[in-house]
């Protein structure tokens, strides 16, 4: 509460005519470091925003935070050019009424000082809420940054970046490499629902394995007692891990995508298609259009960045099914697929525009395998071994 009195958050007013307030209540939290050792207790007082109807007391809301697709670019690009990288902290007041000319703000939630470009002197700001990432290759210049923060606001200097509040993260210098690890995440989510001590598996899920709706429970004991298992909310705390550092578990059946930089996987999707597909070759085209939409962003990201020159150059995309890269490649629509749905042929500009090239690889060596079939072992471990995934101790 003191914190809030300092900081300003609130102003006494009258409640307007019809006005109608919204409840609150306090949510507490134990922040922890890299080995889950408990530094600092946290309260927050939220507000009941669930209570508000949408386009009746609100039109828009949002929080301005950096995606993690683009917070593993960048960090792919600090292992390759080996920025320093430095953690703070913030208790950020409830507006921000600072002049801020020295920094510029890019539609991709990335702080950017341009004026440093000159000399080649870059330094990149990754916003998280009160988190702060902060990157470059001039340690004079890191420092002055931390200190206009330091000055217009209450900063906490973390030093090296070692644990944000969605994993660990860890470097070599030597070999120029950043591993990202959520173990204290598994290990936590693992005790919520009792399976600390499970056996340990080697893959995600079987090869040929056959799943079924018969296979669930189906008498009305069997449904009772399902109705006890929180297996929504454990798949959902998996999700999790799969969205930010854990690429090789996912697995839908249609399409699957990984974008590799620098040795390792910086954007992944693994999903069912929306569209419906009457041939293997339409289906695969569908999903190098799905992931020539995702490689135009990552373009357009790198490219403002200004850091990677080759970026200019189209980014190369692998496909297995020669049936769907000869109609990608086609200056106009191939008999076959005049029934594909017409915005799949946004394949057909980005490719004639240059931002993407559409290749052939084998099956055996397509990257993305694993994210649309259960392989084995063998298999699935020299696909993610060669997207990045190594073992804990890099």
């Not at 320093?84 to 801020?100: C, G």
């Not at 995309?317 to 042929?345: L, P, Q, W």
Request: aromatic share 10%; glycine share 6%; net charge positive.
């Amino acid at each position: 509460m003191q914190s809030m009195k300092y900081n300003k958050v609130w102003v006494l007013v009258e409640l307007p005519p019809n006005g109608k307030t919204v409840g609150s209540k306090w949510l507490f939290k134990k922040k922890t470091d890299m080995d889950g050792v408990v530094h600092t207790y946290k309260a927050r007082l939220v507000t009941k925003g669930y209570t508000q109807t949408p386009r009746i007391v609100y039109e828009e809301t949002f929080s301005l935070v950096a995606d993690i697709r683009a917070i593993r670019i960048l960090i792919a690009i600090a292992a390759y050019y080996d920025y320093e990288i430095w953690q703070m902290d913030a208790k950020l007041p409830s507006s921000l009424d600072i002049s801020m000319k020295r920094f510029t703000w890019s539609n991709l939630k990335v702080w950017s000082i341009k004026n440093i470009q000159i000399r080649s002197n870059i330094t990149f700001l990754i916003l998280y809420v009160d988190d702060i990432l902060i990157m470059g290759n001039n340690i004079p210049m890191l420092q002055s940054v931390k200190s206009y923060l330091g000055r217009c606001f209450a900063m906490k200097d973390l030093g090296e970046a070692a644990y944000r509040k969605w994993c660990k993260i860890y470097r070599d210098r030597s070999r120029r490499l950043i591993g990202l690890c959520q173990s204290p995440y598994i290990e936590k989510i693992l005790k919520r629902y009792c399976m600390e001590n499970s056996k340990r598996g080697s893959i995600p899920m079987q090869e040929k394995l056959k799943l079924s709706k018969s296979q669930g429970a189906s008498t009305p004991a069997e449904v009772k007692r399902m109705q006890n298992v929180p297996y929504a909310s454990a798949v959902g705390s998996i999700m999790y891990v799969v969205i930010c550092t854990r690429p090789d578990v996912a697995f839908a059946q249609n399409t699957g995508y990984v974008f590799v930089l620098n040795g390792g996987a910086v954007d992944w999707k693994s999903a069912k298609q929306s569209i419906f597909a009457t041939s293997s070759v339409e289906a695969e085209y569908i999903a190098a259009f799905d992931a020539s939409k995702e490689a135009l962003w990552v373009r357009k990201f790198i490219s403002k960045l200004g850091v990677v020159p080759t970026i200019k150059e189209p980014i190369s995309m692998y496909c297995d099914n020669t049936g769907a890269i000869t109609i990608a490649n086609e200056s106009g629509i191939t008999k076959g697929a005049r029934h594909f749905r017409s915005k799949v042929h946004y394949l057909h500009k980005v490719i004639e525009y240059g931002d993407v090239k559409l290749e052939k690889v084998h099956t055996d060596d397509n990257l993305a395998d694993p994210f649309t079939k259960a392989l084995a072992f063998a298999k699935h471990s020299e696909h993610t071994r060669n997207i990045g995934m190594l073992p804990l101790v890099i």
